[in-house]
């Protein structure tokens, strides 16, 4: 007996349905970005490894997927490094290529090979999947889509201010409400680190106060001291574990905390920039709001830090995040390109969405009327009247076969196909048509006219 088939962890099929509601979500963001001046672009599913390796940090590169070599990969591999059963050295040997973890360095690597014919600043949008070998669970899976927005070639914070006001637009066209749109800056955490002495493990500094809202407060002083940071230096962080209030009133204990550092200061100036020129240009029904801990545990990011939430209630991680990455393109010798990007969780924003009910019933809306198959006579009249209304944009077909007409009927109603036409011989003599309307059971004789104008 065959074995039933299987799909790997973390992944899904998708039923008609489904794929309905992802690309209304995909076609409204899409919008919005073109609204915005955003170009599309698409880059390789899989990219060099050593495109990829590096860029995300250790906890990044554990998740990349590599991707075998072709052929007998393994008969060139030296006996000696073999013999060390040593992965990590290994997989260099064995695997030249990876599956992309996300579409921000892609697209840095786009730039840079196309430098040339780019012109700056570029502001492209880029929809398409991405894998992380990371453990499945709700609203986390290891192949998932990415809908990126980014901007290179251009170092103004009208650019930040420009992508919470997307942020806003894209959520207020899905009718989401109550979303929180929480930034930082990295500069910020810089200063923080060089404030309790750390600044040589800012990476292990904001890996762990990531952290904070997951593992609570005690957690993350216990990894902090286990990466070698001192006890001191994480008793001057005690305030930042308490720090609440409005965005104001939390800048402003900032400056105290970050009073003896540049670097902090730069990075409260351009965080009061952004807060107060979106309070000018006003939100519809996102809010901004201030996040310290928000380090995002990516190393790239050097100005702003973005992270979107879903509204209260709903038990569900971040659906959106990005920043600032002023040497990203640096990475593949392309210097002094400044960028700043976000991206939307396609498939977390499709769950938010479908717990709180907000598809409009027209996304998952099939065929709009079913022709009844009376035989080849009468299906060839059918077919004549379903091209026309196919002409004025309604969505018709014919049932295949000439079966009973009982049948035909319960094929309509399980595809919620709401109406239903019989056009048999005397339909055809009379040149009328017999519409039903499946949800009432009113039949009705029309002329084509009459007929489009019901299913209009």
């Keep these: 007996m065959a074995q039933k088939p299987s799909i790997p962890k973390g992944t899904r099929d998708f039923n008609p349905q489904e794929v309905a509601k992802r690309n209304y979500i995909v076609n409204t963001i899409k919008q919005q970005f073109e609204l915005f001046g955003f170009q599309p672009i698409e880059t390789p599913s ?27 990969f393994l008969s060139k591999v030296d006996d000696a490094l073999y013999s060390q059963k040593d992965s990590n050295s290994l997989g260099s040997s064995i695997s030249e290529k990876a599956l992309r973890y996300d579409l921000t360095v892609p697209f840095a690597r786009y730039v840079v090979q196309h430098q040339n014919e780019i012109e700056f600043p570029f502001k492209r949008y880029q929809v398409q999947p991405v894998w992380r070998a990371d453990r499945p669970q709700k609203g986390r899976f290891r192949e998932f889509y990415q809908c990126d927005a ?26 989401l409400k109550g979303v929180t749109i929480k930034i930082n800056n990295r ?8 404030v309790i002495g750390a600044q040589d493990k800012l990476i292990d500094f904001t890996v762990a106060l990531d952290k904070l809202d997951k593992i609570g407060e005690e957690k993350v002083k216990e990894e902090m001291l286990g990466k070698g940071i001192e006890q001191t230096g994480i008793d001057k962080l005690q305030p930042l574990f308490s720090l609440s209030g409005s965005f104001e009133s939390q800048i402003e ?20 920039f952004i ?40 038990d569900m991680g971040s659906i959106g995040g990005g920043g600032r990455y002023d040497d990203l393109t640096g990475i593949f ?26 598809f409009p ?22 077919f004549k009247t379903i091209k026309q209304l196919r002409a004025h944009g309604i969505s018709a077909e014919l049932y295949p076969e000439n079966k009973k007409t009982s049948k035909q009927f319960n094929h309509a109603d399980k595809r919620q196909i709401p109406f239903v036409v019989l056009l048999g011989a005397s339909e055809i003599e009379s040149k009328t048509f017999t519409l039903k309307n499946m949800a009432t059971g009113n039949q009705e004789s029309l002329n084509f006219d009459g007929l489009l104008s019901a299913l209009k």
């Design 46 to 72: 899989f990219e060099n490894s050593e495109t990829l390796m590096g860029k995300y940090g250790d906890e990044g590169d554990r998740l990349i997927f590599k991707i075998l070599n072709s052929g007998d």
């Design 150 to 175: 980014d901007v290179v070639g251009s170092q103004s914070l009208w650019q930040e201010v420009e992508f919470v006001q997307l942020y806003d637009a894209v959520f207020t066209a899905l009718n």
């Design 187 to 194: 500069k910020i955490l810089s200063g923080i680190a060089e």
């Design 253 to 272: 204990q900032l400056k105290l905390i970050l009073a003896d550092s540049n670097e902090g200061k730069k990075g409260i100036e351009e965080l009061e």
């Design 275 to 314: 807060n107060n020129t979106i309070s000018e240009l006003q939100l519809k029904t996102a809010a901004l709001q201030l996040d310290v801990t928000l380090a995002r545990g990516l190393n790239y990011y050097t100005g702003a830090i973005f992270e979107v939430s879903a509204p209260k209630g709903v």
């Design 333 to 358: 010798g392309l210097k002094d390109v400044s960028g700043v990007g976000i991206s939307f969780g396609l498939d977390r924003i499709y769950l938010v969405l479908e717990h709180l009910g907000l």
């Design 361 to 382: 019933d027209t996304v998952t809306a099939t065929v709009k009327v079913l022709f009844i198959n009376f035989g080849e006579t009468e299906s060839l009249a059918a």
